[in-house]
């Protein structure tokens, strides 16, 4: 059997089931090896949190390891380990699971998946996957149990993002789901923006509007004028779609009262000579009514022509 084939079974194999856990027992925390906890890094709030569940209810759960030669991986409870280990504990309740290579990095992920796994985290994964372990886009699919698609749009983002911004996402400095639009920007001005959103701490929505609106501004000194003042930037995009959306709905009444009027007309033979007369009036009076509100709404700073 080739190299490929066995690491093909081997990605099979793990992808199917879960090895039944061994009984739980006591490991020291420094037989801990943490070379998988750079897919899973847990930020400092979260490590915070957890030792104080710790303090107050104790370990409630075991940690998951592999056991390795001369040590045990580590493969789920980093925040515990961390926070168990700021406490002074010398140990912690665990499980070891039979694995292998791939499934353990995969692991990682899919034991954590229903709660805190971040697009970003996937990404650094199935980009270690393909680009070191040598996986294709479809082993990857086959150990996550997901579609190729999935894997090639995670794949795209990272590989699109400078590492700098990975780490602030990873380390939780900006939202960790804005990824995606930050890849958008050339890579080379990636920083600038990141340093702006992180000193006007913007949030995820916000995020999203500052980029929209630095990729569709061509001139440079616009750009350069948006990434000093990020939140004046927004405040003015929101209010001109405010503008806009108002002009755009006077004129959607207008259009739909001259094709209830065109309606009208062609529908003349079936309304009394009265009724038609009084109908026209009244639409006339909407429209004019329509057409009065523009000046207002230039006054009142709503709409600018």
């Known amino acids: 059997m080739s190299s490929k084939e066995k690491k093909f079974e081997l990605i099979e194999r793990g992808s199917t089931r879960m090895s039944t856990p061994e009984k739980l027992f006591q490991i020291k925390l420094n037989q801990v090896s943490l070379a998988l906890e750079r897919l899973h890094r847990p930020s400092s709030k979260r490590i915070e949190k957890m030792e104080k569940s710790l303090k107050s209810q104790g370990q409630i ?49 899919l034991i954590n998946q229903s709660s805190n796994f ?78 702006a959103i992180q000193k006007a701490q913007l949030t995820a929505g916000e995020i999203n509007l500052l980029v929209d609106l630095y990729c569709k501004t061509s001139d440079p000194g616009m750009k350069k004028s948006i990434i000093q003042k990020p939140k004046e930037s927004i405040s003015i995009l929101k209010q001109a779609s405010k503008k806009f959306s108002w002009f755009k709905k006077i004129q959607i009444m207008r259009s739909n009262m001259e094709k209830f009027e065109q309606q009208m007309f062609n529908k003349r033979q079936l309304i009394s000579e009265k009724g038609f007369e009084m109908i026209s009036l009244r639409v006339s009076e909407i429209k004019s009514k329509l057409i009065e509100i523009l000046p207002i709404m230039q006054k009142e700073g709503i709409w600018e022509d």
């Open 61 to 109: 759960s075991p940690v998951t390891v592999h056991q390795r030669t001369n040590e045990y991986m580590l493969i789920d409870g980093f925040k515990r380990y961390r926070a168990a280990k700021n406490l002074g504990w010398k140990s912690l309740n665990a499980v070891d699971i039979e694995t292998n290579e791939y499934q353990a990095k995969a692991l990682v992920y």
């Open 118 to 195: 971040s697009m970003i985290q996937e990404a650094v994964l199935i980009k270690e996957l393909v680009d070191q372990d040598g996986l294709t886009q479809k082993e990857a699919g086959i150990l996550f149990g997901r579609h190729k698609s999935w894997i090639s749009r995670r794949l795209d983002m990272i590989r699109h993002l400078q590492s700098e911004v990975v780490e602030s996402l990873l380390m939780e400095l900006i939202p960790p789901g804005v990824g995606p639009t930050l890849a958008r920007i050339a890579p080379c001005n990636q920083g600038d923006i990141v340093a």
